[in-house]
C-alpha cells in the first residue's frame, strides 16, 4: 500500500553539534512525532537506509576529504571541520547513512516499491563542497544520489530542485559544467553562504542548466508560486528530467529563526504540487526529497507533514 516512503534511522539523532546548535537531534524527533501524530506516518512504506559506498561517495566528494574525516572522527566529544560545523562521535556513522539512504531511496523508487521517498535524514548535504564540510553539511547527498541514478540506472536527465532558503553551492559546484543535470534554486539573497546569483547560469557545456533565482526578504507562498510556474515550468518541461530530486530545507518558513522569507506550510504542499506535475509529466512521477535545512521545530514537523501529504496525493 502507499506510493510514498520514507527513509530514517535513529542513528541520525547520534550526530550531535552540542546544546545551542539549531541544527539539533530535535528537528528529526520533532517530524517522526508529527507524522505520527497525524498519522501520515502509518501511511508510508518505510525504507532502511544503508551506509553508503565510498565509490558513490567519491562521484562528488574527493578521497582525500572522505580520508580527513575518517582519521578526525573523534571517540568522544567533538572535533570543528568549520565555522559552524562539526563530528560528535556519531556524525560520520550518521552522515553514511544519510547519503545511503538516499541510495535506498532511489532503489526502492527505480524498483517500482514506491514512486516518491522522504529522506528524513542528518546532517544535511547541499552545502557540502568537494573537498570540505561547510554550513552544517558533510556529504551532498542529494548530489550524491543524482550521479548514482546516472550511473547505477543509467538514466540521464536529472532535475534538482532546491528550494532551501540557503543557496545549495555544493550541488552547484558539482554540476556547474554538466548539461546533464538541471539544478534550479530559490533562496534569499543576500543571505548566507553569499553565491546564487542569477548570473550563475552554469559553465561551458552546462551553461544555462543552473538556474539560480534570488528572493528578497520577505516574500512568501504567492511570489514562491509565480517563481516555480514561470521559471522552474518551463525550464524543467524542455528539459524532461527522467528524475526528480528535492533539496527539501524548510527554513524559507516565515517562523525560521535563521531566515526572513514568508513561505507557510500550504505554500510548501503547493510547491511539492508543482514539483510533482513536473515529475508525472516527465519522470514518471519519480521523487525523491531529501531534508535540509528548517530550524523552528514546529513550522518545520507541520510543514515536512505538508510536503508528504502533498506527495501521497499524486
Ligand atoms: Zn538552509
Known amino acids: 500500500m502507499g506510493n510514498t516512503g520514507l527513509v530514517?534511522?535513529?542513528?541520525?539523532?547520534?550526530?550531535?553539534?552540542?546544546?545551542?546548535?539549531?541544527?539539533?537531534?530535535?528537528?528529526?524527533?520533532?517530524?517522526i512525532q508529527q507524522l505520527e501524530r497525524s498519522g501520515t506516518a502509518a501511511r508510508?512504506?518505510?525504507?532502511?537506509?544503508?551506509?553508503?559506498?565510498?565509490?558513490?561517495?567519491?562521484?562528488i566528494h574527493e578521497p582525500s576529504y572522505l580520508a580527513m574525516l575518517k582519521s578526525h572522527a573523534p571517540v568522544s566529544g567533538r572535533v570543528s571541520l568549520d565555522s559552524d560545523t562539526?563530528?560528535?562521535s556519531g556524525s560520520l556513522t550518521a552522515a553514511y547513512l544519510a547519503a545511503g539512504g538516499a541510495l535506498a531511496a532511489v532503489d526502492a523508487i527505480m524498483s517500482k516499491a514506491v514512486e516518491h521517498v522522504f529522506c528524513a535524514v542528518r546532517p544535511?548535504?547541499?552545502?557540502?563542497?568537494?573537498?570540505?564540510?561547510?554550513?552544517?553539511?558533510?556529504?551532498?547527498?542529494?548530489?550524491?544520489?543524482?550521479?548514482?541514478?546516472?550511473?547505477?540506472?543509467?538514466?540521464?536527465?536529472?532535475?534538482?530542485?532546491?528550494?532551501?532558503?540557503?543557496?545549495?553551492?555544493?550541488?552547484?559546484?558539482?554540476?556547474?559544467?554538466?548539461?546533464?543535470?538541471?539544478?534550479?534554486?530559490?533562496?534569499?539573497?543576500?543571505?548566507?553562504?553569499?553565491?546564487?546569483?542569477?548570473?550563475e547560469r552554469g559553465r561551458g557545456a552546462g551553461e544555462w542548466f543552473t538556474i539560480n533565482v534570488p528572493m528578497e526578504a520577505g516574500q512568501g507562498?504567492?511570489?514562491?508560486?509565480?517563481?516555480?510556474?514561470?521559471?522552474?515550468?518551463?525550464?524543467?518541461?524542455a528539459f524532461k528530467p527522467e528524475f526528480v530530486l528535492i533539496s527539501a530545507g524548510f527554513d524559507a518558513h516565515k517562523e525560521d529563526p535563521l531566515a526572513s522569507m514568508g513561505l507557510t506550510e500550504e505554500g510548501y504542499a503547493d510547491l511539492t504540487g508543482i514539483v510533482a506535475g513536473i515529475a508525472r509529466r516527465h519522470a514518471s512521477g519519480r521523487i525523491l526529497s531529501s531534508l535540509e535545512g528548517g530550524y523552528h521545530l514546529t513550522a518545520l514537523a507541520t510543514s515536512v507533514d505538508r510536503h508528504i501529504q502533498s506527495l501521497l496525493a499524486v
Open 86 to 88: 562539526s563530528m560528535s
Open 124 to 199: 544535511p548535504g547541499h552545502h557540502a563542497e568537494a573537498g570540505h564540510a561547510m554550513g552544517f553539511c558533510l556529504f551532498n547527498h542529494v548530489a550524491i544520489a543524482a550521479r548514482y541514478v546516472q550511473k547505477r540506472y543509467g538514466l540521464n536527465r536529472v532535475l534538482i530542485v532546491d528550494w532551501d532558503v540557503h543557496h545549495g553551492n555544493g550541488t552547484q559546484h558539482s554540476f556547474e559544467e554538466d548539461p546533464s543535470v538541471l539544478f534550479f534554486s530559490t533562496h534569499q539573497f543576500p543571505h548566507y553562504p553569499g553565491s546564487g546569483r542569477a548570473m
Open 221 to 237: 507562498d504567492e511570489e514562491y508560486r509565480a517563481v516555480f510556474q514561470q521559471s522552474l515550468v518551463p525550464a524543467a518541461d
Open 44 to 59: 508510508l512504506v518505510r525504507i532502511e537506509p544503508r551506509e553508503a559506498e565510498d565509490e558513490w561517495i567519491t562521484q
Open 8 to 31: 530514517y534511522d535513529p542513528r541520525y539523532l547520534d550526530h550531535d553539534m552540542g546544546a545551542g546548535h539549531p541544527e539539533s537531534p530535535n528537528r528529526l524527533r520533532a517530524i
